[in-house]
């Protein structure tokens, strides 16, 4: 039996000889089985030690470990019973998820998907537990990636002045998804680069400690301690916010993690342990290239090399704004610690002087673009849907109050598979809708994104493009918007986007049966040209939407569509399926639609 089988639910029981070899069959597992599913790999083999280290210390299922951001919690799951699951159906329609899920186990403290959340959350378990008069322990698990998001200092700060009981655990790896940028990575690099302080000052205390008047000695000399503490360490950052500061520790070395969160558990008072981990620890492929292997496909585990992707929306987005860019020096690109993922590694390279990564700071980003825009330049905003919804407010405030020209690229829209409910596209045709004199696009195929992104370049306000992860369907057409596809006298299907292939198949589907079915397709969704829409439609309409619906506000008709819920993690032909948004449920509520009328 292995070791890993032997303790799955009692890392607290592994003997201290056999810690490395447990380790070594965590990272083992995660490595076969990853391979097979895809998922978030170098994160986790990062992380093994450090979550061993705190199960060893904490019971999970009273105490509250609060993970930022939870795709660093796979190790986390294995210890805590689901080891089994992990190897059935994980990330899968119906099997566990990526993130932690507190339906899915009490030892999940609280669901988590977006960065720079956990203090936040820490803290107000803490002061639950104040108010409640329990007597659970609070630790947040945050990376340092999450600390170029604002609500991370919001959180801290608070917690902090707090006084309450609450370990804050800092993984830092020099890594959010990509290289961390900006003066948070700067400063923990500095922390990473000078250890020699706290060698200095444990000599100090031995030296003090060894003569009987050594209590006065200290008290005359704490003031050069502080600017010798001050000189070294620039972690009087976080003590000045009311933290005691432990580390920078080994990462790795679960001996020395264990005896600093005791320590900083007994303390009884906001502290701040500072674990310095290597992102992809332990598999050299993920170690040489973290990036790379932060989110990955199936690969071969012994040669790293990764399924090839087909060519994708994202790839085709940033293809275009390099060539855009070419010809107009106003264009400039901006994201949110999303570079490779957006498609703008290309344009990074060409134009490093106008490429801005913000690190994970959505509503500084649009923020920025803002100012950029009013000052004349033209600004793309390349972020994930799921992400973008943390910047409405500067979407509203800052974009469009003063009719800025900031183009938004909306990538992963609609439903993303495997992330599940943090991740799903399926709101921004909704909040986006609502933003006033904003002109959203929906193109369903690569030439129509690259039409979309010259139409929203040269629009006078606001403009977003929303396009899905992957790539295109079946049809790789660019027509006008609106533009009839087929038709048919029983019903009409008006669609957008990546569900045009959808609509398309089911339309076939029907006409087999019998039944003729229109297909019209709109590119540009706000503002709806109704005008040109409403006499392409029969008496019967049918409005698909891989969301919770924007069209039915604008032109009536029967809306399939996601419905306004949480969709949980599957592949995206199971979600399509669960929504009832394949094309035979497509086909199937139409029939229905067409028999009662």
Known sequence: MSLLQKYESDPKAVPSAELRAYCAELRAFMLEYLSRTGGHLASNLGVVELTVALHRVLDTKRDRLVFDVGHQSYVHKLLTGRLTDFGAGFRSFG?????????????????????????????????????????????????????????????????????????VVLNDNGMSITKNVGAVANLLTRLRLKPGYFGAKRAYHKVIGAFPPGRHIDKFLAGIKKRVRDAFVPGTFFEQMGYIYLGPVDGHDIAKLEFLLRQAFSMRRPVLLHAVTKKGKGYSHAEN???????????????????????????????????????????????????????????????????????????????????????????????????????????????????????????????????????????????????????LYAPASYAELER????????????????????????DGCGISPALLSEGGDATIVT??????????????????????????????????????????????????????????????????????????????????????????????????????
């Open 95 to 167: 099997g566990i998820s990526g993130f932690p899920k507190p339906a899915e186990s009490e030892h999940d403290a609280f669901i988590s998907g977006h960065a720079s959340t956990s203090v936040s959350v820490a803290l107000g378990m803490a002061r639950a537990r104040a108010l409640t008069g329990e007597g659970y322990r609070v630790a947040a698990l945050i990376g340092d990636g999450a600390l170029t998001g604002g609500l991370a200092y919001e959180g801290l700060s608070d917690a902090g002045l707090s006084g309450e009981a609450l370990v």
């Open 496 to 597: 957008y986007g990546i569900m045009t292939n959808v609509a398309l198949a089911a339309s076939d589907y029907l006409r087999r049966q019998g039944v003729s079915v229109s297909v019209v397709k709109l590119t540009r969704v706000v503002p709806l040209d109704t005008d040109a829409v409403l006499p392409l439609l029969s008496e019967k309409v049918f409005l698909l939407e891989d969301n919770i619906g924007v069209l039915p506000r604008a032109i009536g008709g029967t809306a399939i569509n996601t419905g306004c819920r949480f969709i949980p993690h599957g592949t995206v032909e199971q979600q399509l399926r669960h929504c009832g948004l394949d094309y035979l449920s497509v086909a199937k509520t139409i029939l229905s639609g067409i028999e009662k009328a």
């Open 289 to 439: 290239d973290p990036g790379v292997y932060h989110g990955v496909g199936c690969f071969e585990v012994d040669t790293g090399d990764i399924k090839a992707a087909t060519h994708s929306f994202s790839a085709v987005f940033g293809e275009k704004l390099l060539r855009l860019a070419e010809k107009d020096r106003r264009i400039c690109a901006v994201t949110a610690a999303m570079c490779g993922g957006t498609g703008l590694d290309g344009f990074k390279a060409a134009y490093p002087e106008r490429f801005f990564d913000v690190g994970i700071a959505e509503g500084h980003a649009v923020t920025m673009a803002s100012g950029m825009a009013k000052q004349g330049l033209r600004p793309v905003c390349a972020i994930y849907s799921t992400f973008l919804q943390r910047a409405y407010d500067n979407i509203l405030h800052d974009t469009a109050i003063q009719n800025l020209p900031v183009v938004f690229a909306v990538d992963r829209a609609g439903l993303v598979g495997e992330d599940g409910e943090t991740h799903q596209g399926i709101f921004d045709t909704h909040f986006l809708g609502s933003v006033p004199g904003i002109t």
């Open 452 to 475: 979309c992104l010259e139409e929203a370049l040269a629009c006078a306000g606001p403009a977003a493009i929303r396009y899905p992860r992957g790539g295109q369907g079946a049809y």
